[in-house]
């Protein structure tokens, strides 16, 4: 259901995409700024307390073995976007990583993969799209979700989703469980550098904004993206402004 909402909601800010901001980068400006703040405010008021809570019960070793698990889970999708990708290399490595991990690393609780020297990858059906030249579109914040833009708002609804493991637990109430922990899990795992980014910046909007922004163009180059100044098929916007910042998150899920 949640799913369907949000999708109904990125459609409508594409049939109103033609109505641009001052800012070319945010051109749906005025609605991001409000569903920033929601966000926000939704993620104090519950998620933050949780994570912080969950943190401070939970030693540091099992939250870095929960934090495995769960990415664990992950690499077979990352693989696969590695190969739509033409990056077979890349993919056939991830599928290593998640057999390796799996088996000697106990369900994917030990990351022994990564000191085999199988590297951990970041691929999703967003930066996919973009690899095929797909332009980012608008900037837009989805509802608890966080940070994206029309191009990976539809791969993370209308693909990413599918390619989640844990959607396909049987069991709805331990499928729900499941995906509470990996949320939770990710927001204490990145409760320092958030509040850093809310006590650096002036407008933790904006900052957020061309955080995400410039750290999605990186992944879709692997970390080389080319001169500015050269044409770039997959990026809609001209980014020359944006500042270099680390990457954060607002809402319930994670940046890429």
């Known amino acids: 259901m949640l799913r369907r909402i949000l999708g109904l909601m990125l459609l409508a800010v594409l049939g109103g995409c033609a109505t641009t901001g001052g800012n070319p980068n945010d051109p749906l400006e005025g609605y991001n700024r409000a569903m920033f703040s929601f966000n926000e405010g939704l993620d104090k008021a519950i998620i ?12 540091e070793f099992a939250r870095t073995g929960v934090s495995n698990f ?49 590297e951990k990858h970041n691929e999703d059906f967003g930066q996919t799209l973009g690899r095929w030249g797909v332009g980012s579109g608008a900037y837009f914040v989805l509802p608890i979700l966080g940070p994206s833009d029309v191009r990976d708002g539809i791969g ?3 693909i990413d989703w599918h390619g989640d493991p844990l959607w396909y637990v049987g069991n709805v109430p331990t499928r729900n469980e499941l995906i509470a922990a990996r949320a939770i899990g990710d927001r204490a795992n990145l409760l320092d550098i958030s509040r850093l980014a809310e ?58």
Do not use: C
């Open 48 to 59: 933050e307390l949780v994570a912080t809570g969950y943190k401070t019960v939970m030693p």
């Open 70 to 118: 769960f990415s664990n889970l992950g690499d077979v999708w990352v693989g696969i976007n590695n190969i739509l990708q033409g990056k077979v290399g890349a993919g056939m490595s991830d599928f290593g990583r998640f057999a390796v991990n799996t088996t000697v690393g106990i369900l994917g609780l030990f990351d022994v993969a990564s000191n085999a020297g199988l």
């Open 156 to 158: 993370r609804l209308a």
């Open 199 to 256: 006590e650096a910046a002036l407008d933790h909007y904006a900052y957020v904004r061309d955080a995400f922004l410039q750290r999605r163009r990186s992944l879709i180059y692997d970390g080389d993206p080319p001169p500015r100044s050269v044409y770039e098929p997959g990026i809609s916007y001209n980014h020359d402004a944006l500042p270099a910042a680390p990457a954060v998150r607002t809402g319930f899920a994670q940046t890429n």
